[in-house]
């Protein structure tokens, strides 16, 4: 077995790990269904700075409770 | 026939952001609450530090720049970390960092902090108040 893909898998999604993430620094977060939200389907950048990427891959959000933050997306390059 | 050497990359790559996003009650004039951070640093490689830091763009970074406890707050945090953009779209306020590996993509309490102080200054300027 020399392949480049690792021997195990994360059964875990990315928002389910960054939930996880939130619980041990104690701020309340739920998952939310991956293209359920608002926010996924405009824009996600403002296109005023000039790193904004052309291609991005969308993984989801979370919803924060009890912050001024409303929501948290989960954004990969390419 | 010879490999290439610099072969372009494309797909998904393993840089990640999270965006912390402020949901819009009123409309909003977008180009209002673009801010970004403007570091100086002190050091090199692993010594570099933030030494100070200015919020350039909008009608947001003037109130950014007068809230002299989120900068101290930006000070105690990594180089890295202490890149902050503030990108308005029309969905929402988007807050987010740089780039970051699937192993990096962490978020410590000070950041988060950070992120929610940010956050309660957009909600001020939209009008509704903050948590």
Same mark, same amino acid.
């Given at each position: ?8 898998? !994360? ?41 904004? !990427? ?25 | 026939?010879? /490999? @290439? %050497? ?5 797909? $998904?790559? @393993?840089?990640? /952001? $999270? ?16 801010? +970004?951070?403007? %570091? ?12 100070? *830091?200015?919020?350039?763009?909008? @009608? ?7 809230? $002299?406890? %989120?900068?101290?707050?930006? %000070? ?7 890149? *902050? ?20 993509? /962490? ?5 988060? /902090?950070?992120? @929610? ?6 909600? +001020? ?7």
């Amino acid at each position: 077995m020399h392949d480049s893909e690792s021997d195990t898998f !994360p059964v875990k999604s990315t928002r389910e790990q960054f939930r996880e993430l939130f619980e041990k620094i104690g701020v309340k977060a739920e998952t939310e269904q991956i293209d359920t939200d608002e926010v996924e389907k405009g824009d996600y950048y403002s296109k005023y700075f000039s790193h904004s !990427p052309a291609m991005v891959t969308n993984h989801g959000c979370l919803k924060i409770k009890d912050a001024n933050i409303d929501v948290v997306q989960i954004i990969q390059k390419g | 026939m010879p /490999q @290439d %050497l610099d072969p372009v990359p494309w797909g $998904a790559q @393993d840089r990640f /952001q $999270a965006h912390y996003i402020v949901k819009p009650i009123v409309q909003m004039a977008l180009d209002e609450l673009l801010a +970004r951070t403007n %570091l100086k640093t002190s050091g090199h490689f692993a010594t570099k530090k933030v030494a100070s *830091i200015e919020w350039v763009g909008g @009608d947001l970074a003037r109130v950014l720049n007068s809230d $002299a406890e %989120l900068r101290n707050m930006i %000070l105690k945090l990594s180089y890295k970390d202490a890149h *902050i953009w503030v990108e308005p779209t029309k969905n929402g306020v988007r807050i987010h960092g740089k780039w970051k590996s699937s192993y990096e993509l /962490q978020i410590s309490k000070e950041l988060f /902090q950070v992120y @929610d102080r940010i956050a309660s200054h957009i909600k +001020r300027n939209l009008g509704s108040p903050p948590v």
